[in-house]
């Protein structure tokens, strides 16, 4: 089965600008998480999405906001770009269940890359 | 400082050489999921652990949870340019509603050949 896709893999904006990262979940996934990734940070939680809802949220200003459809695929959006926003960021995708721990797999795309000059 | 701590933060070794990471908490973990990253790329998810003591291995790869869920340890037997990369633990605390998914900063690994 198809894995996770997000689009587009490299951006470039410059601050001041927003921009929208989609991902698609593998089929049957119901709760799709973002990730932000930086050398110095590591791997940053910035919001999962089960059923259209947001389930949980990271730390991030509000300047960070994301939405999911029907179809369980998810858009992250950022707001009037930093120098600090430059980062990978990933989607994951897992079934959604809060018990079981193979249930919280998660299984991740292959990023965005954003940078921002 | 970080809830899961890893280490080394990176590792250089010959072809054909034995490695540990380890990967520790404070808290006690309810399950820990170990994953490879080929750099900037997405995460390749390896093993997930969660009963006290357990070990699991995949080919040349071995990894443990200790006795008390706190820690555990990534082997890489006789290792391979193939198992360069970048290895993250990711530790889950608590389950249900209450579940909260924690990550190490991750563990450079470059094998020379």
């Known amino acids: 089965k198809a894995g996770v896709t997000q689009t587009p893999r490299y951006l470039i904006k410059t601050r001041g600008q927003q921009v929208t990262l989609s991902c698609s979940p593998i089929?049957?996934?119901?709760?799709v998480s973002w990730y932000q990734q930086t050398p110095g940070q590591g791997l940053q939680f910035l919001f999962e999405?089960?059923?259209?809802?947001?389930?949980n949220k990271g730390n991030f200003p509000g300047r960070f906001s994301g939405r999911q459809f029907s179809n369980s695929r998810s858009e992250m959006n950022v707001s009037t770009l930093e120098l600090g926003d430059s980062a990978l960021y990933l989607c994951a995708s897992n079934l959604g269940g809060t018990g079981f721990i193979g249930a919280n797999v998660l299984t991740f795309g292959a990023g965005s890359r954003l940078t921002v000059l | 400082s970080q809830e899961l701590e890893q280490s080394p933060q990176s590792l250089i070794v010959q072809e054909g050489k034995n490695l540990t990471i380890n990967c520790t908490s404070s808290?006690?973990?309810?399950?820990l999921y170990w994953y490879k990253q080929k750099y900037g790329e997405g995460l390749i998810f390896l093993m997930m652990l969660q009963k006290g003591g357990e070990e699991k291995s995949h080919e040349k790869i071995t990894a443990k949870l200790d006795e008390k869920k706190q820690q555990s340890s990534l082997h890489i037997t006789a290792s391979q340019p193939s198992h360069a990369g970048i290895y993250l633990c990711g530790a889950l605390l608590n389950a249900g509603n209450n579940r909260k998914l924690i990550w190490g900063l991750g563990t450079s690994l470059a094998v020379n050949p």
């Open positions: 999405y089960f059923s259209e809802t947001q389930r």
């Open positions: 808290k006690t973990l309810y399950g």
């Open positions: 089929s049957g996934h119901r709760s």
